[in-house]
């Protein structure tokens, strides 16, 4: 009776606001009535969320994705709820290691992947910095390895496809590469300039005792002795930091300055020559894909009895001074030497008179330089003479070298000449006149004529005395008797 009186109710009710409607007067034609039932609308149907995406082999057991790691196919990727008591959705990776599972609504969730072997092992999660497109997101170990941490998904989520896990697989010990022994060298030299640089012309010095140590120097690991041309040979069983040391041949010896070749490794010494490693290189660090290092080189200062100093052998300087008859400046043929001219040997500074002398009949002259060093030459004329043009021509055995500027300041002399040790003399330093003045000194001289019947009279013959710079002197006169 109760359930027939509940389904007719509504219809009553309907029917009863019809009634009520119809009562109304023409000036309620227009007023709204709005009837509200009592039912529920349909609820939507809610949209699934994808979940994903990729499953890896994490080669270098970092935890990041890294260009070159490839996916895992395989692999059973499953959706549980967040307490882990139903498995709610499950895939297998696909050949590039992607899965995806549904969660049917939005709420709270986790992710479990299930190793594929036994003996797999996964990543470090959260390893990519903060990137969490790059990282895996699997526990790797404690009360939730193989599961994500809980995560909750909004209504307004459709997808999540940065769930990631990276796994380590095993993979059987493939036997290890016996090591290749890594070559060790290369010379030890006499340093003769002392300035730590292979020189040309530098030799190599033969059995000289090489050792290879161990980096703390503990230990001998291996030893040689230089050959004739001062090179050497040592090996390294493996990679790893090593040292060289040489041991100097002789107790008075002494090693080179290290590293003066301006950065060049090929030519410098690499032998600490004082303190705590001296005779030792410092450490030096071998990678195992190195088979030889050829350029750990020693420089070595041998100690030599000094020997007694050669006695300085005097250095003959000359030669012409001539009278320069077409003022070319060149000894040409046919022109003249200049008897009795004075020429000296002076200091590169002009402080100092050395040595003083005149030229012969043939215009030749020699001064004596008492060693090598710096000197100049100078020559004093006649009064009325001037020079020719000094350096004409290319050949300086037939110019003249003497400046003949008379404003020059080395006015009469030549330009510095340097004598080196190996020189015993000089024989191209000459003088040309333009022009020849009278002899300004005559010394008395006697010269008896024989003529017959007359008596043997007095003459005086011009003998030049020693001139001196800058003085005139007058001729001394004797009356006859």
Request: proline share 7%.
């Amino acid at each position: 009776m109760n359930k027939k009186l509940f389904m007719v109710a509504p219809f009553l009710i309907f029917m009863l606001l019809i009634g009520m409607l119809s009562s109304r007067s023409s000036s309620d034609v227009n007023a709204q009535i709005i009837i509200t039932f009592p039912f529920n609308t349909p609820t939507r149907t809610p949209t699934p969320i994808t979940l994903g995406d990729f499953v890896w082999d994490d080669l270098d057991k970092d935890g990041r994705q890294d260009a070159g790691e490839p996916g895992i196919s395989g692999v059973t990727v499953q959706l549980w709820n967040s307490t882990k008591t139903q498995v709610i959705d499950s895939d297998v990776t696909n050949g590039s290691g992607n899965y995806t599972v549904v969660a049917p609504t939005s709420g709270n969730y986790r992710i479990r992947v299930v190793l594929p072997g036994g003996w797999d092992s996964f990543s470090p999660k959260d390893q990519a910095g903060g990137n969490n497109n790059l990282d895996s997101d699997i526990n790797p170990s404690g009360g939730d390895t193989g599961f994500t941490d809980v995560f909750s998904i909004a209504s307004n989520v459709i997808s999540i496809i940065n769930i990631d896990a990276g796994i380590i697989l095993f993979r059987t010990p493939t036997a290890t590469r016996t090591p290749t022994p890594i070559t060790l060298g290369d010379f030890v030299w006499d340093d003769l300039d002392k300035d730590g640089r292979q020189d040309a012309g530098e030799p190599g010095i033969s059995g000289v005792t090489v050792q290879l140590w161990n980096s703390t120097k503990t230990q001998v690991i291996d030893s040689d002795v230089t050959n004739g041309s001062g090179n050497y040979t040592v090996v390294a069983p493996t990679s790893g930091n090593y040292r060289i040391r040489v041991v100097l041949p002789g107790g008075w010896d002494s090693f080179s300055p290290k590293d003066q070749a301006g950065g060049n490794n090929n030519l410098d010494s690499d032998i600490n020559p004082s303190g705590g490693d001296t005779g030792f290189t410092d450490v030096f660090s071998i990678a195992s894909n190195v088979i030889s290092i050829i350029n750990i080189d020693a420089g070595i200062i041998l100690f030599r009895t000094p020997t007694a100093t050669r006695t300085p052998s005097p250095i003959n300087i000359g030669n012409l001074v001539w009278h320069d008859l077409d003022q070319d400046g060149i000894q040409d043929a046919g022109e003249p030497g200049i008897p009795g001219i004075t020429v000296q040997l002076w200091d590169a500074a002009k402080t100092t008179l050395i040595h003083s002398t005149t030229t012969n009949n043939s215009g030749i002259y020699t001064l004596v330089a008492p060693f090598s060093g710096d000197y100049r030459v100078r020559v004093v004329p006649f009064p009325g003479s001037s020079f020719s043009d000094k350096d004409q021509g290319i050949d300086d055995t037939k110019d003249s070298d003497i400046n003949h500027i008379i404003i020059s300041p080395n006015y009469q002399y030549t330009d510095i000449i340097s004598i080196a040790s190996n020189v015993i003399s000089m024989t191209f330093i000459d003088a040309g006149l333009r022009t020849v003045g009278a002899t300004s000194t005559p010394t008395l001289g006697i010269i008896q004529t024989a003529t017959p019947s007359e008596t043997p009279t007095l003459q005086f013959s011009a003998t030049p005395l020693p001139d001196y710079p800058n003085k005139i002197f007058l001729p001394f006169l004797s009356k006859g008797s």
